[in-house]
T-cell receptor
Framework: AQSVTQLDSQVPVFEEAPVELRCNYSSSVSVYLFWYVQYPNQGLQLLLK??????LVKGINGFEAEFNKSQTSFHLRKPSVHISDTAEYFC????????????FGQGTRLTINP | DAGVTQSPTHLIKTRGQQVTLRCSPKSGHDTVSWYQQALGQGPQFIFQYYEEEERQRGNFPDRFSGHQFPNYSSELNVNALLLGDSALYLC????????????FGPGTRLLVL
């Protein structure tokens, strides 16, 4: 079975500061990796995904993430955050083979302070 | 290009009642998955429908059932509601059961009193 651990439940940062949201996963087979964002009272929006190839993936809104197979991590980064980035961020995995279901972490609440 | 839509947006029920939630997938998508997101938690997979059949199921009791229609839209039914069923119910669609990327709707917030 797969599992995802988001190491920080809350991350407060100042506007224009860099941020890293940490995600580790566990799986005995190969997986695809995703980051989703959830703004207040909304559904989930795909930020970025890693399927194969370059381990550094770029997503929307200036976010990027790096897949590290040896450390089973997929940390999300942004060099300079804005107030509008305040949201809940979810890391998720799915198997590369077979019917797809997403397994999510518990989420990280990113709060941007002016 | 219409995204995933869900109805209703909010719903209040009492314990023991039954509820039906509806989902229309993104245009061109034929696979629908349902997730339950309790307050302060990550979404949990309920089940997935493809070709009008349940293809995979998460760890949810039989009180949770679903259906997929020929136009690929889907319903989630929950019988004998419990207080613990209060959550945001999310529908996600994808193109084909092997497609790795799922697109989510805005969700239906269910409150059970």
């Amino acid at each position: 079975a797969q599992s995802v651990t988001q190491l920080d439940s809350q991350v407060p940062v100042f506007e224009e500061a860099p941020v890293e949201l940490r995600c580790n996963y566990s799986s005995s087979v190969s997986v695809y990796l995703f980051w989703y964002v959830q703004y207040p009272n909304q559904g989930l929006q795909l930020l970025l995904k890693y399927l194969s190839g370059s381990t550094l993936v770029k997503g929307i809104n200036g976010f990027e993430a790096e897949f590290n197979k040896s450390q089973t991590s997929f940390h999300l980064r942004k060099p300079s955050v804005h107030i509008s980035d305040t949201a809940e961020y979810f890391c998720a995995v799915t198997l590369t083979q077979g019917a797809q279901k997403l397994v999510f972490g518990q989420g990280t609440r990113l709060t941007i302070n002016p | 290009d219409a995204g995933v839509t869900q109805s209703p947006t909010h719903l209040i029920k009492t314990r023991g009642q039954q509820v039906t939630l509806r989902c229309s997938p993104k245009s061109g998508h034929d696979t629908v998955s349902w997730y339950q997101q309790a307050l302060g938690q990550g979404p949990q997979f309920i089940f997935q429908y493809y070709e009008e059949e349940e293809r995979q199921r998460g760890n949810f009791p039989d009180r949770f059932s679903g259906h997929q229609f020929p136009n690929y839209s889907s319903e989630l039914n929950v019988n004998a509601l419990l207080l613990g069923d209060s959550a945001l119910y999310l529908c996600a669609s994808s193109l084909g059961i092997q497609q790795e990327t799922q697109y989510f709707g805005p969700g239906t917030r269910l409150l059970v009193l």
